[in-house]
């Protein structure tokens, strides 16, 4: 007998790829990654790029090719690029010296200044960060220009995205126009000397460039994958949504237009064969105010309008909102349209969307505008007596900041939530002048100035503003002070004349700020509510914080009478107060009795 086991053939290995060809599903704990009939087409564009290869010139070059036509022909794609740029860029960041020196501080600043305006720097920045959400990226050369009418001969000339490339003579695909060293830093950009799509450039190819130092070269751009060195459209989903908006707007206006256009039809009301012949799709001109007879066993219908839709308002805010959700726009900014917004609501809706430029602020920061001071700083020094006298010698470019332009206040109350902050210490002129994109000490000399008065003058001028004397300063009597005529106290606060003046020329010792004022507020609220029930302890609080004397004997008795329920305290001497019974104040007729 043959024992020997039968000889095993090895399984087919089978490929995750060919299973998925084969629907055969996977054990997988994800529901997306299971593969069926359902959503095999939705993820077959789905890959293992790395960020180069996903980002590949011709990928890039159909993009921005894409991204620039629906921007020039789509209202609603430029407005939300546009409306990105302003609120990035602005005016221009302002820049502000941090050294000892105010004098050497102000001279940088203004030389800085004069030849930003003299090179157009701010809208050149602003073109970038435009290019940066459209075509993915912008580029900036560093370069010499006689023509400039500032001391400072240096220039900033912009350069397009396709511009960047390597040359068809040494192409590239992996760098695509960036030179990298062994440690994978920018080392060079080489830069085609005639734009691809120029018009007498037919093929679009071009061998002539030149070489620039990465030192030389702003590029901005947005990497949102490791290694990636090239970018693509911010509005790069959205490009598919406006193609939709477009389409869906000239369909509804397409079928309201052939609404408008067919007034009426004929329908026959005769059996079949009964009525009189007419021509098919023949036209009849219809007379305003006039009566139309139609042949006999025909009637004739108006054309119902189906368009435009009632969801059509609908559908589109749909779109925008998704559309500029990509660069964290909110729908307000985006179609220009507040209408559905309260206050809160509006205010919720741009609070993410201050986030994003706070991050943008601070990516154009590193990328562009330090970059830019340090190359100007560099050549300014050069220049014989351009520049006073550093006092840090030898540290290079001097510490510095950047403001960029802030927002106005939405509701005044706001005002005075900040008045309380900056009494309160959580918050400082400096900050506050900053979110306003404002220097606040250039501010407070011109509104020193304004008033007449000197700087020192004006802090001084806040400082009383801000913390004013304590209630417990302006309270001058105390709970065992008693009327010099007639000895009587009213809930242990004495009501002499003496005292009456004192309130009158002085101010009761009251709530000192719209944070105490709102305290008592909301306790007045909760007990009138039912919330919170009132007890000695509390009144005791109350009267050291608000500066009235301390809680005097009838007032403890008061509170005790009934229970732990204040009882009023009217004007009685301390021996009917402690008796609980009524010792009126004795009547002018029965004193002169």
């Given at each position: 007998m043959n024992t020997s086991a039968a000889p095993t053939t090895a399984k087919p290995k089978i490929r995750l790829s060919e299973m998925a060809r084969r629907n055969v599903p996977m054990r997988a704990t994800y529901d997306a990654a299971q593969t069926n009939d359902d959503n095999m087409r939705h993820w077959s564009a789905a890959d293992d790029m790395s960020a180069n290869a996903a980002h590949n010139p011709e990928i890039r070059r159909i993009l921005r090719r894409r991204a620039r036509y629906e921007v020039s022909n789509n209202c609603i794609a430029k407005g939300i690029v546009a409306t990105k740029a302003d609120y990035v860029v602005g005016t221009g960041p302002t820049l502000q010296v941090l050294t000892k020196d105010e004098d050497y501080n102000q001279a940088i600043e203004t030389k800085f200044n004069q030849w930003a305006?003299?090179?157009?720097?701010?809208?050149?920045?602003?073109?970038?960060?435009?290019?940066?959400?459209?075509?993915?990226?912008?580029?900036?050369?560093?370069?010499?220009?006689?023509?400039?009418?500032?001391?400072?001969?240096?220039?900033?000339?912009?350069?397009?995205?396709?511009?960047?490339?390597?040359?068809?003579?040494?192409?590239?695909?992996?760098?695509?126009?960036?030179?990298?060293?062994?440690?994978?830093?920018?080392?060079?950009?080489?830069?085609?000397?005639?734009?691809?799509?120029?018009?007498?450039?037919?093929?679009?190819?071009?061998?002539?460039?030149?070489?620039?130092?990465?030192?030389?070269?702003?590029?901005?751009?947005?990497?949102?994958?490791?290694?990636?060195?090239?970018?693509?459209?911010?509005?790069?989903?959205?490009?598919?949504?406006?193609?939709?908006?477009?389409?869906?707007?000239?369909?509804?206006?397409?079928?309201?237009?052939?609404?408008?256009?067919?007034?009426?039809i004929l329908k026959s009301t005769a059996p079949a064969g009964d009525p009189e012949e007419v021509e098919a799709l023949e036209t009849i001109e219809i007379i305003r105010n006039m009566l139309l007879t139609v042949p006999q066993g025909w009637d004739m219908s108006q054309f119902k309008a189906e368009q435009p839709q009632t969801t059509y308002e609908m559908f589109k805010r749909a779109l925008i909102s998704e559309a500029a959700r990509c660069i964290g726009q909110p729908y307000g900014i985006a179609a220009a349209d507040s209408s559905t917004y309260n206050y809160s609501s509006g205010k919720l809706d741009h609070l993410p969307w201050f986030k994003t430029l706070a991050i943008d602020w601070d990516r154009l920061e590193d990328t562009c505008v330090d970059r830019l001071f340090d190359a100007w700083h560099a050549e300014a020094v050069l220049i014989?007596?351009?520049?006073?006298?550093?006092?840090?010698?030898?540290?290079?470019?001097?510490?510095?900041?950047?403001?960029?332009?802030?927002?106005?206040?939405?509701?005044?109350?706001?005002?005075?939530?900040?008045?309380?902050?900056?009494?309160?210490?959580?918050?400082?002129?400096?900050?506050?002048?900053?979110?306003?994109?404002?220097?606040?000490?250039?501010?407070?000399?011109?509104?020193?100035?304004?008033?007449?008065?000197?700087?020192?003058?004006?802090?001084?001028?806040?400082?009383?503003?801000?913390?004013?004397?304590?209630?417990?300063?302006?309270?001058?009597?105390?709970?065992?002070?008693?009327?010099?005529?007639?000895?009587?106290?009213?809930?242990?606060?004495?009501?002499?004349?003496?005292?009456?003046?004192?309130?009158?020329?002085?101010?009761?010792?009251?709530?000192?700020s719209q944070e105490l004022a709102e305290f008592v507020e909301n306790y007045a609220k909760s007990v009138r509510s039912g919330l919170i029930t009132p007890n000695i302890e509390d009144e005791i609080a109350f009267r050291k914080r608000l500066g009235l004397p301390p809680v005097s004997e009838a007032v403890r008795q008061a509170w005790e009478q009934n229970d732990g329920a204040r009882q009023p305290v009217t004007l009685k001497s301390p021996k009917a107060a402690n008796e609980g019974a009524a010792d009126p104040k004795p009547t002018a007729k029965e004193t002169t009795k």
């Open positions: 305006i003299a090179v157009r720097a701010f809208s050149k920045l602003w073109q970038m960060a435009f290019a940066e959400i459209q075509d993915g990226e912008a580029f900036g050369l560093l370069v010499n220009n006689p023509k400039i009418r500032d001391v400072v001969k240096l220039d900033l000339r912009l350069v397009e995205a396709d511009q960047v490339s390597s040359p068809f003579s040494a192409l590239n695909q992996k760098t695509d126009g960036i030179i990298f060293d062994d440690f994978g830093n920018p080392a060079g950009y080489t830069v085609l000397k005639e734009h691809p799509g120029e018009l007498f450039n037919t093929l679009g190819l071009s061998s002539d460039y030149d070489t620039f130092r990465a030192d030389h070269v702003l590029h901005l751009f947005k990497s949102e994958r490791p290694g990636q060195t090239r970018g693509v459209p911010h509005i790069t989903p959205a490009l598919p949504l406006f193609a939709l908006l477009r389409r869906f707007t000239l369909a509804v206006v397409s079928a309201a237009e052939t609404a408008a256009n067919l007034a009426g014989p007596g351009h520049l006073p006298p550093s006092p840090t010698a030898g540290e290079g470019v001097p510490a510095h900041t950047w403001f960029w332009d802030g927002q106005e206040l939405m509701d005044p109350r706001e005002a005075g939530a900040k008045e309380t902050a900056l009494g309160c210490g959580i918050d400082s002129y400096p900050r506050i002048f900053a979110r306003r994109g404002l220097d606040w000490k250039t501010e407070m000399h011109a509104q020193a100035e304004a008033l007449g008065m000197t700087f020192t003058q004006y802090q001084a001028a806040l400082r009383t503003k801000l913390f004013s004397p304590t209630s417990d300063q302006q309270a001058t009597t105390t709970s065992t002070s008693t009327d010099e005529e007639t000895g009587e106290e009213q809930d242990g606060v004495s009501v002499t004349p003496q005292r009456a003046k004192t309130k009158a020329s002085t101010g009761s010792p009251s709530v000192a």
